[in-house]
Antibody, heavy 118, light 107 residues
Framework: QVQLQQWGAGLLKPSETLSLTCAVSGGSFSDYYWSWIRQPPGKGLEWIGEVHPSGSPTYSPSLSSRVTISVDSSKNQFSLELRSVTAADTAVYFC????????????WGQGTLVTVSS | DIQMTQSPSSLSASVGDRVTITCRASQTISTYLNWYQQKSGQAPKLLISGAFNLQSGVPSRFSGGGSGPDFTLTISSLQPEDFAVYYCQQSYNTPRTFGQGTKVEIK
């Protein structure tokens, strides 16, 4: 059974860079897309972007100037970097596996709460 | 961006009730419509993909229907474990947008 284990710093100051990593085990890495999604406290879900190990990432236009999603296929990991964070970036961040036949978010990581506060 | 509009935003129902949630897409998405269930403090769980395809392990009381632009998630007989927030999402185009969510509460 596929498992997604994510980690990263949970408390940042404004203007710092958010950095999260998601490790994949129990399934193929190269056959799927991989995605990041976030959820501000008490609010809905926001798609951040996705990447296929053999392709270029695609980002939400609202975040594209500050975000990078990268892949390390040798470790079956993918990462999220979000630069110049503000309080508005406070959220639970999730990683997820995306099958290429329907592009749904089929399996999710456990989520990481990232708080931005001075 | 494709806008996904869910209705209602919340509903109150009793165990055993039939519940239907609607999701409307602002433009064509074929059947690239997915439904998720999120319980408090947990990651969302995929229930239905491709508008109609029930995921393995999901109870058969959940079903997806409709055709663009309106899609539905139906719970045929609401169970205590079904009280949660439900989200639709289109995966037809990027950015892959979500509906605002429907909170299903106990009456």
């Amino acid at each position: 059974q596929v498992q997604l284990q994510q980690w990263g710093a949970g408390l940042l100051k404004p203007s710092e860079t958010l950095s999260l990593t998601c490790a994949v085990s129990g399934g193929s890495f190269s056959d799927y897309y991989w995605s990041w999604i976030r959820q501000p406290p008490g609010k809905g879900l926001e798609w951040i972007g996705e990447v296929h190990p053999s392709g270029s990432p695609t980002y939400s236009p609202s975040l594209s100037s500050r975000v990078t999603i990268s892949v390390d296929s040798s470790k079956n990991q993918f990462s999220l970097e979000l630069r110049s964070v503000t309080a508005a970036d406070t959220a639970v961040y999730f990683c997820a596996r995306v099958p290429n036949w329907d592009l749904s978010l089929a399996f999710w990581g456990q989520g990481t709460l990232v708080t931005v506060s001075s | 961006d494709i806008q996904m509009t869910q209705s209602p935003s919340s509903l109150s129902a009793s165990v055993g009730d039939r519940v239907t949630i609607t999701c409307r897409a602002s433009q064509t998405i074929s059947t690239y419509l997915n439904w998720y269930q999120q319980k408090s403090g947990q990651a969302p769980k995929l229930l239905i993909s491709g508008a109609f395809n029930l995921q393995s392990g999901v109870p058969s009381r959940f079903s997806g229907g409709g055709s663009g632009p309106d899609f539905t998630l139906t719970i045929s007989s609401l169970q205590p474990e079904d009280f949660a927030v439900y989200y639709c999402q289109q995966s037809y185009n990027t950015p892959r947008t979500f509906g605002q969510g429907t909170k299903v509460e106990i009456k």
